[in-house]
C-alpha cells in the first residue's frame, strides 16, 4: 500500500511538473492529483521537493526509455514512429496540454541551481544515447545517428511546449512529419 502511494505520487508529480513546471507543483497538489494520504507525501520525500522532482524525472525517463526498448522497429523510419508516438499518446490523452516533467523542471529552474539540472542534462542525453544505439543497429552510421536522435529529442521537446500553445497534437504531427525526412523507411546495407 505505501509502495502504491508513493508510485501514484510520483506518477502525479510528473503529470504536474510537466503541465505546471516544478516551481508551479506544490506537495498539495500532488497529493491532491494522486489521492495519497497527506502524511506519506513526507514519509516518502523526507528530502522535500527537490527529491520529488528528481523522482519525476526518473520515472519519466523510465517511461521514454522503456518505450524506446520495447519498440520492435526493423527500419529507421519505423523506430522515430516509435518515439513519437510514445509523446503522440500523452498529447493527445491530455488535448495538447500535457507536457514533459524533464522539461517542465530544465525550463524551472535555474541552470546552476541544486543538481537538478544535472539529472535533466543526464536524462536528456540517456534518451539520445538510447535513440542513436537503436539507429546504429538499424545500419544509420554513428555519426548521423546520434545528430538524428539528438534532433528527435530536442523537436519532440519543442513540439510539446508549441501543442500545449495551440491546444492541440497538429505542432507534434507537423514535427513529426519533418523527422520522417531524415532517415531512410527501408534500412540500407550501405548506410544513409
Not at 135 to 153: G, M, N, Y
Request: glycine content about 8%.
Amino acid at each position: 500500500m505505501a509502495r502504491d502511494s508513493k508510485a501514484r505520487m510520483v506518477r502525479s508529480a510528473a503529470a504536474l511538473i510537466g503541465t505546471r513546471g516544478f516551481t508551479a507543483t506544490s506537495f498539495s497538489d500532488v497529493l491532491t492529483h494522486s489521492g495519497a494520504p497527506r502524511g506519506s507525501i513526507y514519509h516518502h520525500f523526507p528530502d522535500g521537493k527537490r527529491q520529488l522532482g528528481e523522482s519525476a524525472i526518473d520515472w519519466t525517463s523510465d517511461q521514454v526509455l522503456g518505450h524506446l526498448r520495447a519498440c520492435r522497429a526493423t527500419t529507421p523510419s519505423d523506430l522515430l514512429a516509435c518515439f513519437v508516438d510514445l509523446w503522440r499518446q500523452s498529447v493527445l490523452a491530455s488535448r495538447g496540454s500535457s507536457g514533459c516533467a524533464v522539461a517542465g523542471v530544465a525550463i524551472d529552474i535555474g541552470a546552476f541551481e541544486d543538481n537538478l539540472i544535472g539529472l535533466v542534462r543526464t536524462t536528456f542525453q540517456s534518451w539520445v544515447a538510447e535513440l542513436a544505439e537503436r539507429l546504429i543497429e538499424l545500419k544509420v552510421p554513428p555519426d548521423r545517428a546520434r545528430s538524428v536522435a539528438f534532433t528527435a529529442v530536442a523537436s519532440m521537446e519543442g513540439a510539446l511546449i508549441l501543442c500545449r500553445a495551440e491546444g492541440n497534437s497538429r505542432p507534434l504531427e507537423a514535427v513529426a512529419t519533418e523527422l520522417m525526412r531524415l532517415v531512410p523507411t527501408k534500412t540500407r546495407r550501405s548506410g544513409l
